[in-house]
C-alpha cells in the first residue's frame, strides 16, 4: 500500500493512543502462564500483539476477545502449555519470537518457530546463547543465529546472565526461562533496559529483586491472574508529539500515555531541544506510571545524544531524527548500532528517507548526525516494512513542501492501526 501525506500548517486536538505494544505481549504471556483468568483491557490489537495471541492459543491457551482492545486470557499455570500441532509463526514480530523462546526453554516439548523475511534475517543467538546456557536444546540456521528455531526445552538450571547489550528483549527471555529453572536467576545489563517484564511478573506474584542494572528472580512462582490495564503506548504518542511540534499551529493532549521511566527519555530529550512538553494527572497501576502529555509548537535545537540514554529511546529514534530536521543547528545520535537489526536496518532507512525528502544527514556507523533547517520537499519514500520508518516519514512530510508518498505503508497496523486516520483528523 502507498500512503500519500500533504503538508499541513495546524494540528490540534486531545486523544489516546492505542495501548503500549510491549505491555499488551507480556500481558497475553504471562497470562497464560498464571492461574485463573487474566483480563487484558487496552491491549493494542495491531499484527504484531495478535501474533502473540495466535502463538499462545496454538499452544493450548484460550483467549478470548470481549472487545476490540479487551482480551481474557485463560490461564493454565507454568506448566500448562501443551506441544503444538505445527509451526509457530511469529509474522514480524522480534518480541513474540524472542520472549516466546523464553517460555518454550522451559517446556517439556519441542517446538519451531519462524517468522517472516524480516524475522529470518534478524540475530536471535543474543537469546539463543543464554537458553542454551540454561540446558534447552535450540536448533537453528546459522549454528541457532537465525529462525526458523526448533526448541526442546526442560530440565532448566539457573544462571547469571551478564548482556553484552542492553535489550529487554534478551533480558526478558532469560527471565521468563527462569521460571522454570531450578534456582535463582541474574541478568545483568551495562545499561537499564526497559522494565516491563519484571514490573508485571511481580504484580503477578514472583518473587523479584531488582537494582540498577540487574533483576533476580526466584523459580516456580505460583502465579496468578490479574486484570491488566494497559497504558497507551509512549512509542505511539511519540510520532503524534513530534508531528504537534513542528507543525506551526499545534497544540495535543494525549491522554492516558505511559511513563514508565525505561521508557520516558524521548520526552527528555525533546524537552532538551525545547519542546513545550507539560505531563499531568500522573498515576500508578500495577507498578507502571501513566499520565496525560500536553504538546505544543516549539522552536528545537540540535542535541547530543547517546550512552544510557539509547536504550529508553531506541524505538523512537526514527522520529526524534525528524524532530531534528526542524531543530537549529545538528543534532547527533550515537551508541544505536541496535538500529541496524530492527525491522530494518534503521540507520540506513532513516538516511536513505531523509535525503530523499531534500534533508542533510550522514549516516554513522551507530548512528546518524542530521542537519537542521533545511526544507524538505515532498517525495517517494521506501518504509522497508517497518512501522516506525513509515510513520516517521509520515510527520516529516506534514513539513515538506509537497505530498510525500511512502511505499509499503500498511507496516504501521502493526503498532497504531489507522494512525493517518487520526493524523487527517488532527487537521480540521
Do not use: W
Not at 273 to 289: Q, Y
Not at 419 to 427: D, R, T, W
Amino acid at each position: 500500500m502507498i500512503m500519500c501525506v500533504k503538508p499541513t500548517k495546524k494540528l490540534t486536538g486531545r486523544l489516546s493512543v492505542p495501548g503500549d505494544k510491549s505491555i499488551s505481549h507480556r500481558a497475553v504471556m504471562i497470562g497464560a502462564l498464571a492461574e485463573g483468568d487474566t483480563v487484558v483491557k487496552g491491549f493494542l490489537p495491531g499484527e504484531d500483539c495478535l501474533s502473540t495471541v495466535n502463538c499462545m492459543r496454538a499452544l493450548g491457551i484460550p483467549v478470548t476477545a470481549s472487545a476490540e482492545d479487551e482480551l481474557v486470557v485463560c490461564g493454565k499455570g507454568l506448566y500448562g502449555l501443551r506441544e503444538p500441532e505445527d509451526v509457530l509463526n511469529v509474522n514480524n514480530s522480534g518480541t513474540t519470537i524472542r520472549l516466546l523462546s523464553g517460555i518454550l526453554a522451559g517446556q517439556d516439548f519441542t517446538t519451531v518457530l519462524t517468522g517472516d523475511a524480516s524475522i529470518r534475517k534478524r540475530p536471535m543467538k543474543r537469546v539463543t546463547g543464554p537458553l542454551k546456557e540454561m540446558g534447552a536444546v535450540i536448533l537453528g540456521r546459522a549454528e541457532g543465529e537465525l529462525a526458523p528455531l526448533t526448541i526442546r526445552g526442560g530440565n532448566l538450571r539457573a544462571i547469571r546472565y551478564e548482556s553484552p547489550v542492553s535489550s529487554a528483549q534478551v533480558k526478558s527471555a532469560v527471565l521468563l526461562a527462569g521460571l522454570f529453572a531450578t534456582g535463582c536467576t541474574e541478568v545483568v545489563e551495562p545499561a537499564p533496559s526497559r522494565d516491563h517484564t519484571e514490573i508485571m511478573l511481580q504484580a503477578f506474584g514472583a518473587k523479584i529483586e531488582t537494582g540498577s542494572n540487574y533483576v533476580r528472580l526466584e523459580s516456580e512462582p505460583v502465579l496468578q491472574g490479574q486484570e491488566v490495564i494497559v497504558p497507551g503506548d509512549i512509542s505511539s504518542a511519540a510520532f503524534l508529539m513530534t508531528a504537534a511540534l513542528i507543525v506551526p499551529q499545534g497544540r495535543l493532549v494525549i491522554d492516558d500515555v505511559g511513563l514508565n521511566r525505561t521508557r520516558s527519555g524521548i520526552i527528555e530529550v525533546l524537552q532538551a531541544m525545547g519542546a513545550k512538553i507539560e505531563i499531568s494527572n500522573v498515576a500508578l497501576a500495577a507498578g507502571e506510571k501513566r499520565g496525560t502529555i500536553t504538546v505544543e509548537s516549539s522552536s528545537l535545537r540540535g542535541v547530543s545524544v547517546g550512552g544510557e540514554m539509547i536504550p529508553r529511546l531506541i524505538d523512537e529514534i526514527p522520529v526524534l531524527a525528524v524532530a531534528a530536521l526542524f531543530a537549529s543547528g545538528v543534532t547527533e545520535i550515537r551508541d544505536a548500532a541496535e538500529l541496524k537489526v530492527k525491522e530494518s536496518n534503521r540507520i540506513s532507512a532513516m538516511a536513505e528517507g531523509i535525503t530523499r525528502l531534500g534533508g542533510r544527514v550522514e549516516e554513522l556507523p551507530d548512528g546518524l548526525r542530521i542537519y537542521g533547517g533545511y526544507k524538505l520537499k515532498g517525495a517517494r519514500c521506501q518504509s522497508h516494512h517497518d512501522h516506525r520508518i513509515a510513520m516517521a516519514f509520515a510527520v516529516a512530510a506534514l513539513q515538506a513542501d509537497g505530498e510525500t508518498c511512502i511505499e509499503d505503508a500498511e507496516a504501521i497496523n502493526i503498532s497504531y492501526p489507522g494512525f493517518m486516520e487520526v493524523i487527517e483528523s488532527l487537521k480540521d
